[in-house]
């Protein structure tokens, strides 16, 4: 699978950290520089170059900026561009957060995540990796109390969801499908209470798992 990063912060390294190896990586960014020392970070000879790059590599696009960038990035890259691609929101709009402000944003009642479904059409949108902080993926495998992190996914697009499923196991976690894109806005508002956990100086590895008694971590 080719997957393109859009981005070079902590999220970018810790997923595709997970993924190196794995699949085929693309590190794209405004700055050169940084996505050059992450896309070395990486190893397995990581190419690494412009934004729009990164969406022509790649089966699978991964915006990772903070959240308001995402529709620059749509607009600079073309809209186009992303027609036919599986493109994975992973982040959640919470504008407020550092002044204490845990709500998330609206786009006219929607998700973020029907938001770029607007902004970039032609893209398979698929909400998911949004409900934790970037150390929990960096976990291999991530388990919490025995059981292995449950990553809740919605999108409305079967083959999408089936592809994010697959880069949810190989990182050691179970896919859960929770419905369509709508539920995007379910899985924001769950995120921004851990969000408020986390500034209210909770570890870093504060999760909320959903408990399901067949899952069990992996034997080690």
Not at 78 to 91: K, M, R
Not at 113 to 124: F, L, T, V
Request: with cysteine.
């Amino acid at each position: 699978m080719k997957i393109g990063f859009i981005g070079y912060g902590s999220m970018a390294r810790a997923l595709a950290g997970r993924w190196a190896g794995q699949h085929e990586l693309f590190i794209g960014g405004r700055n050169a520089e940084k996505a050059a020392a992450l896309a070395t970070e990486l190893g397995h000879d990581t190419p690494h170059g412009s934004p729009a790059q990164a969406v022509d590599f790649a089966d699978v696009v991964v915006p990772a900026t903070p959240h308001q960038a995402v529709f620059d990035a749509i607009a600079e890259i073309g809209a186009d561009a992303f027609a036919g691609t599986t493109l994975i929101d992973i982040n959640n709009p919470v504008p407020g957060a550092f002044d204490g402000d845990f709500l998330v944003q609206q786009y006219d009642g929607r998700s973020l995540a029907e938001a770029i479904a607007d902004a970039a059409p032609g893209a398979r949108v698929v909400k998911a990796f949004n409900m934790c902080q970037a150390k929990v993926w960096e976990m291999d495998p991530p388990v919490f109390d025995g059981r292995r992190l449950v990553t809740m996914i919605c999108g409305d697009d079967t083959d999408a969801k089936a592809t994010v499923a697959a880069l949810v196991e190989a990182v050691g976690s179970e896919p859960l499908d929770v419905g369509g894109l709508p539920y995007a806005r379910q899985l924001e508002a769950c995120a921004s209470l851990v969000i408020k956990l986390l500034l209210s100086g909770h570890d870093p590895y504060t999760v909320l798992n959903l408990i399901q008694p067949e899952v069990k971590p992996f034997a080690e």
